[in-house]
C-alpha cells in the first residue's frame, strides 16, 4: 500500500507561483515514476509532468518551459514547481505513481490539491 497526500496548492494571480507537493508513505518497493496529473472543472484528468526514478522528466506542452518536476528520493516526496501560472492552469492537481511487483501492477492517486489562478 502507498499513500500519497498533496499539498501547496491555493489562490495565485496570473503570472504568480506554486509549488506542490506529493508525500508518499508506505512500500515504495516497485514504483519507477511519479506523475502530476490535473483535472480542470468539466474536463478529462490530464497528464502535466512525469519524472522516473532515473530523473527522466517529461511535460506537457502546455507547461513545459514553466513548470518544473523534481523528486527527493530520500523523503519520497515529489515536487512541481509552477512559475507564470495562467487563469488555464486552474485544476484540482493529483499526484499519481504506479506499483509493479511482478506481474501485479497498482495505481495510487493523491486526495488532490486546488489550484486556482485568478486576479
Known amino acids: 500500500q502507498v499513500q500519497l497526500v498533496e499539498s501547496g496548492g491555493g489562490l495565485v494571480q496570473p503570472g504568480g507561483t506554486l509549488r506542490l507537493s506529493c508525500a508518499a508513505s508506505g512500500s515504495m518497493f516497485g514504483i519507477n515514476a511519479m506523475k502530476w496529473y490535473r483535472q480542470a472543472p468539466g474536463k478529462e484528468r490530464e497528464l502535466v509532468a512525469s519524472i522516473s526514478s532515473g530523473g527522466s522528466i517529461n511535460y506537457s506542452d502546455s507547461v513545459k518551459g514553466r513548470f518544473t518536476i523534481s523528486r527527493d528520493n530520500a523523503k519520497n516526496t515529489l515536487y512541481l514547481q509552477m512559475n507564470s501560472l495562467k487563469p488555464e492552469d486552474t485544476a484540482v492537481y493529483f499526484c499519481?505513481?504506479?506499483?509493479?511487483?511482478?506481474?501485479?501492477?497498482?495505481?495510487?492517486w493523491g486526495q488532490g490539491t486546488q489550484v486556482t489562478v485568478s486576479s
Open positions: 499519481y505513481v504506479r506499483q509493479s511487483v511482478g506481474i501485479i501492477n497498482q495505481d495510487y
